[in-house]
């Protein structure tokens, strides 16, 4: 299997615009996660899906941040209107169930200008 | 507040020696720790799981200790390589499903010939 995909890799933008990160799970993983990674916070869990119904938002940081999963393959990551503070590393895993591990892509590098 | 604590924040070793990294939590309630070591650019992958109930768990060279009572974790690694370079990261789960993570900030570990 060719692990957790995401895109793009890297992503600068000026402040303002859309942004879209797009995650391809491992197929059969009935769970995706979205994280962002800062130097200051670290790891921060912001959505997590089961059988694409998003089950807890408490993460997401406010009304400029949303997530889909339109279908079992696919999800994504929307920030508008971005701003710097956005600047982060967007992981996003899955797993097939709860207390198994989670698979991670290697992340969009977001920088907002 | 649900907080995971690492130390050493980083820590310098010989190619072949051993090292310990330490973890402390305040998550409850409590399901499972985790290990995961993440490479510079990349996911985090993960390296052990461990229930209340264990109290060591090996992967390789890496072996995880669990003190439940404490509220303390250890991860040792064992004749280090210059591929152990990285960061670790303890990860405590607080549902029992397994889903909700609280992530430590990290020990960052350079293995050195």
């Known amino acids: 299997d060719a692990g957790v995909i995401q895109s793009p890799r890297h992503e600068v933008t000026e402040m303002g615009q859309e942004v879209t990160l797009r995650c391809k799970p491992i197929s059969g993983h009935d769970y995706l996660f979205w994280y962002r990674q800062t130097m200051m916070r670290g790891l921060e869990l912001l959505i997590y899906?089961?059988?694409?119904?998003?089950?807890?938002d408490s993460g997401m940081p406010e009304d400029r941040f949303s997530a889909k999963m339109p279908n079992a393959s696919f999800s994504t990551l929307k920030i508008q209107p971005s701003e710097p503070r956005d600047s982060a590393v967007y992981f996003c895993a899955s797993t097939e169930r709860g207390n198994q591990p989670q698979h991670f892509g290697d992340g969009t590098r977001l920088s907002i200008l | 507040k649900n907080q995971v604590e690492q130390s050493p924040q980083s820590l310098i070793i010989l190619e072949g020696k051993n090292c310990t990294l330490q973890c402390n939590y305040t998550v409850s309630p409590f399901s499972n720790l985790r290990w995961y070591k993440q490479d510079t650019g990349r996911g985090p992958v993960s390296l052990t799981i461990?229930?209340?109930?264990?109290n060591t768990k090996s992967n390789g060279r890496y072996t995880a200790t669990l003190d439940a009572d404490t509220k303390q974790s250890s991860l040792h690694i064992t004749a280090s390589q210059l591929s152990d370079s990285a960061s670790y990261i303890c990860v405590v789960s607080a549902d029992n499903a397994g889903n909700m993570l609280t992530f430590g900030g990290g020990t960052r570990l350079m293995v050195k010939p």
């Open positions: 461990m229930t209340f109930s264990e």
């Open positions: 899906f089961n059988n694409n119904v998003p089950i807890d």
